[in-house]
């Protein structure tokens, strides 16, 4: 190690961005934060930022998380992937690890922290975005939409966006709105007790036509052990 030469390669930066998903009003929503700074001063950006020396990327993507829209860091996280084409950031190269996380709407209060570098915070349709983000971020949202509608079909990773009791309906929009197309009642009802990661509860959802059965999400098997269940075309 005496003889090891840390100067003797150039070091790229690194750091992290987050693709934030929410889901009201039946569509998919991300949230963006408006940049007050150059580069890209004015436009819409993911929150994000640079890794500090003394911390793992999950840390740096939860303090930025905190940092930039007031959000608290300890909802659903996940890696995404890692995005590095050399030219995706005008100031120098930076390689940039993307995480996606998963909020409940009904517990979730972006807002504008104060942060010198942001001068607003929107949940934006994934579906139609403003038309030009800063750097790569269209792309990295892109992305984002591809991997949770995949994971709807094997883990149970859609929960995290509903609150701890919910009717089947509840669940059988949330699934269209992410997936953009209409699910048939029966079979989508089928397909999900199937997973068998539902209990029903002895509650029931008030205030509404007629009042619906509630049920909650059990957390038996860990999310990469569920059978492969298709949704697509389920109409």
Do not use: C
Not at 94 to 99: E, K, L, R, S
């Amino acid at each position: 190690m005496k003889a090891y030469d840390a100067s003797a390669f150039e070091k790229p930066s690194v750091t992290v961005d987050l693709v934030i998903f929410t889901v009201t009003d039946g569509e998919l929503k991300a949230l963006l934060i408006k940049r007050g700074q150059e580069p890209f001063a004015g436009k819409w950006a993911l929150p994000g930022g640079f890794v500090r020396m003394d911390e793992s990327l999950e840390d740096a993507a939860r303090r930025e998380l905190e940092e930039e829209t007031g959000i608290d860091g300890g909802m659903y996280l996940e890696q995404l992937y890692t995005f590095g084409d050399p030219k995706r950031d005008p100031r120098t190269r930076v390689i940039t690890v993307a995480y996606f996380a998963l909020a409940d709407p009904s517990t979730v209060n972006a807002r504008v922290t104060g942060h010198e570098q942001i001068t607003d915070v929107k949940w934006f349709p994934a579906h139609s975005l403003p038309p030009e983000l800063a750097f790569d971020h269209r792309k990295i949202i892109d992305y984002a939409v591809k991997r949770l509608k995949n994971k709807l079909e094997y883990t149970a990773v859609g929960f995290e966006l509903l609150p701890t009791l919910f009717t089947l309906t509840e669940l059988q929009r949330l699934y269209e709105a992410i997936l953009r197309e209409k699910l048939d009642k029966r079979n989508f009802r089928k397909k999900v007790e199937a997973m068998g990661i539902l209990e029903k509860t002895s509650r029931m959802k008030k205030g509404v036509h007629r009042p619906a059965r509630l049920y909650r999400f059990v957390r038996t098997k860990p999310r990469s052990t569920f059978s492969r269940v298709r949704f697509e075309g389920v109409r």
